[in-house]
Each structure stands twice: as structure tokens, then as C-alpha cells.
């Protein structure tokens, strides 16, 4: 479940970006929860390659990815498309975080105006929606 601050973060940060993609984790460790906002390499307003450079140091000390979220700026609304579906698999098949909650918020001229979560279901091989 994502708190009301953490959601609140992951829109201020995607109308920010706007009319790019946004991207970032919700970790949780030792210290809490925070949200990072990453760094979008493909800097694109039609996907996004979430640098992790911005918490990898966390993941070392014992943190989890909790979330993962993303932005679809005017094209496409608050769903999991094929090609973020795609992305968030690995090799074999599986996400490489299969515990994560995976958001994307829905950005129309500069405001969020949806959210959805999602989460993998092993049994299904597919990431279904939740709530958040």
C-alpha cells in the first residue's frame, strides 16, 4: 500500500517532468519508506529507462523496492502497457522485483489527473491491478 505523501510525491514529481516521463522507486529499509525520483535516461515522453544509480546503495544496506512508478504524459493513461510489461521482465520471464507495487500515473497537459497500481501474480505470469 502506498501512503497519501508517497502518492502525493510521485505526482508532484511527474507533473515536474512533464511532458516527459517521470520515473522512480518507493524503498523500504531500516529508515522507513522514501520515495527516489530517478532519473529517466531515455528522457522520452513515450518510455523511460529508470537509472538506479540513485538508490543501488540503498538496495546494499538491507532496503527493498517497494514501488515502482512511472508517468504516461498525454498517451495512454493510468495502465501497465505491453511495452511496460515487457520491460519490467527479465530474461526468464519474471519481474526482477516481483514483490513490487508498479504505478503509472496518467499526466494530461501538465496535471495528473489518474493513478493505477499493479502488482505480478506468479500464478498468472502477468502483472494484474490492485489497490493501491
Request: glycine share 8%; proline share 6%; hydrophobic share 40%.
Amino acid at each position: 500500500m502506498l501512503t497519501v505523501a508517497e502518492l502525493s510525491e510521485m505526482q508532484r514529481h511527474a507533473e515536474a517532468e512533464y511532458p516527459l516521463e517521470c520515473c522512480g522507486v518507493v524503498l523500504e529499509g531500516p529508515a522507513g519508506r522514501r520515495v527516489v525520483r530517478c532519473r529517466n535516461l531515455s528522457r522520452s515522453h513515450i518510455g523511460y529507462l529508470l537509472d538506479p544509480r540513485g538508490f543501488v546503495a540503498d538496495l546494499r544496506t538491507g532496503a527493498r523496492v517497494a514501488a515502482i512508478y512511472h508517468s504516461h504524459p498525454d498517451n495512454g493513461g493510468a495502465v501497465l502497457s505491453e511495452t511496460d510489461r515487457r520491460a519490467a521482465l527479465l530474461h526468464d520471464g519474471k519481474p526482477a522485483y516481483p514483490e513490487a507495487l508498479y504505478v503509472v500515473l496518467s499526466v494530461l497537459q501538465g496535471r495528473v489527473d489518474a493513478a493505477a497500481s499493479f502488482r505480478w501474480n506468479p500464478q498468472q505470469r502477468d502483472f494484474l491491478p490492485v489497490a493501491a
